[in-house]
T-cell receptor, first 109, second 113 residues
Framework: GQNIDQPTEMTATEGAIVQINCTYQ??????LFWYQQHAGEAPTFLSY??LDGLEEKGRFSSFLSRSKGYSYLLLKELQMKDSASYLC??????????WGAGTKLIIKP | IAGITQAPTSQILAAGRRMTLRCTQD?????MYWYRQDLGLGLRLIHY???????GKGEVPDGYSVSRANTDDFPLTLASAVPSQTSVYFC????????????FGEGSRLTVL
C-alpha cells in the first residue's frame, strides 16, 4: 500500500531551527509537496520538490531524496506564527496526491 | 480576494438527511477536488473533476456524489448522511488536472448525529 509517515507532533523554541521529516512509500513518484495548515484553517502551499536536493524559499527550505523516499522541511528563525500543522503529500504515478497525517509544530517562547 | 468559497462553514444534521456542500471558485481553474480531513488521518480524496463536465472517484467516494456543470461550481452531496461522515470537508482547485499546487477553501465542518 501507499504510505506517508511524518511525526505527529514537534516542539521548538522561538528563533530556533526545526526539521520536519517525511518518509514515503508510493506507487511511483511525481513530486512532493509541503503545505502549512493553521488550526481551523485551510492548508496553504509551501513548497514543491521533484528533483533531489534542497529548495530554499526564505525561512523555509525543503529537501528531497528520491532514492531514500525521504524529504524534510526546514524552518529557520522560528516565529510564533509558525505554530501550525505541516502536511507532506506525494504525487503518485497516477498523479493522485497521497497525504501524510501532518506534523503539529508547537513553538514556545 | 475570493479564490474558493465553501458553504456552509458549519452544519449539524440528523442521520438520514440529505446535504449538499457548496464550492465555488473564481480562478477559472480546470481541476477541482473534495477532501475530507479527520483527526489523525491525512486528507482523503472523495471525488475530483479535471474539467467541467467530467468527474472521477477518489479514495473514499461511497455515500457521496458530485457534479461539475460549469468551471466554477463543484457541489458535494451526501444523499443520506451517516455519523461516519462527520468530518471537515475541504474543496480545492488547481489550474492543472495533474494535482499541481492546490488552492483550498476554508472548509465545511459537518456533524452528523
Amino acid at each position: 500500500g501507499q504510505n506517508i509517515d511524518q511525526p505527529t507532533e514537534m516542539t521548538a523554541t522561538e528563533g530556533a531551527i526545526v526539521q520536519i521529516n517525511c518518509t514515503y512509500q508510493t506507487s511511483g513518484f511525481n513530486g512532493l509537496f509541503w503545505y502549512q495548515q493553521h488550526a481551523g484553517e485551510a492548508p496553504t502551499f509551501l513548497s514543491y520538490n521533484v528533483l533531489d536536493g534542497l529548495e530554499e524559499k526564505g525561512r523555509f527550505s525543503s529537501f528531497l531524496s528520491r532514492s531514500k523516499g525521504y524529504s524534510y522541511l526546514l524552518l529557520k528563525e522560528l516565529q510564533m506564527k509558525d505554530s501550525a500543522s505541516y502536511l507532506c503529500a506525494v504525487r503518485d504515478s497516477n498523479y493522485q496526491l497521497i497525504w501524510g497525517a501532518g506534523t503539529k509544530l508547537i513553538i514556545k517562547p | 480576494i475570493a479564490g474558493i468559497t465553501q458553504a456552509p462553514t458549519s452544519q449539524i444534521l440528523a442521520a438520514g438527511r440529505r446535504m449538499t456542500l457548496r464550492c465555488t471558485q473564481d480562478m477559472r481553474h480546470n481541476a477541482m477536488y473534495w477532501y475530507r480531513q479527520d483527526l489523525g488521518l491525512g486528507l482523503r480524496l472523495i471525488h475530483y473533476s479535471n474539467t467541467a463536465g467530467t468527474t472521477g472517484k477518489g479514495e473514499v467516494p461511497d455515500g457521496y456524489s458530485v457534479s461539475r456543470a460549469n468551471t466554477d461550481d463543484f457541489p458535494l452531496t451526501l444523499a443520506s448522511a451517516v455519523p461516519s461522515q462527520t468530518s471537515v470537508y475541504f474543496c480545492a482547485s488547481s489550474d492543472r488536472g495533474d494535482a499541481g499546487e492546490l488552492f483550498f477553501g476554508e472548509g465545511s465542518r459537518l456533524t452528523v448525529l
